[in-house]
């Protein structure tokens, strides 16, 4: 098996040892994305619907460098740390993705780094 590192200026840094997305026999597997804008190194915005628009908008741009595309998206978790906030979450959401949506699992955690409401991570096929 090959795998290869997918890096782009359009998304955070990887910010530990660990990749923003590693491609690996047609799979592409995207870390958790926090709501950091790339330009600015700063949260997107302080509500749960921007800090989601810019985790998913970080998806996608990761997803872009690999040569792929929401549409590919087969999978995804997201992370919440107030489960009360899914609707809102889920709005947004709902830009980003067409039937066939993708499989997904949403949990509430206890904290997720540097205070963001939300991480999103997903899987791609292509």
């Known amino acids: 098996m ?33 709501p950091v804008d790339p330009a600015t190194g700063e949260f997107a ?11 998913l908008t970080n998806i996608k741009n990761i997803l872009e460098a690999a040569g792929a595309s929401m549409a590919d998206v087969v999978e995804t978790t ?24 993708p499989a997904r699992a949403a949990f509430q955690v206890v904290a ?3 205070g963001a409401k939300v991480e999103i991570k997903a899987v791609a096929r292509i």
Do not use: C, H, W
């Open 45 to 55: 915005g302080e509500d749960i619907k921007s800090q989601t628009r810019q985790s």
């Open 78 to 101: 997201v992370l919440l740390s107030d489960i009360n906030e899914f609707g809102a979450m889920n709005e947004v959401y709902a830009e980003f993705f067409a039937d066939p949506y």
């Open 112 to 114: 997720l780094p540097k």
């Open 2 to 34: 090959s795998k290869k590192a997918i890096v782009t200026d359009k998304a955070p840094a990887a910010v530990g040892p660990y990749s923003a997305a590693v491609s690996a026999n047609g799979s592409i597997n995207v870390s958790g994305q926090l």
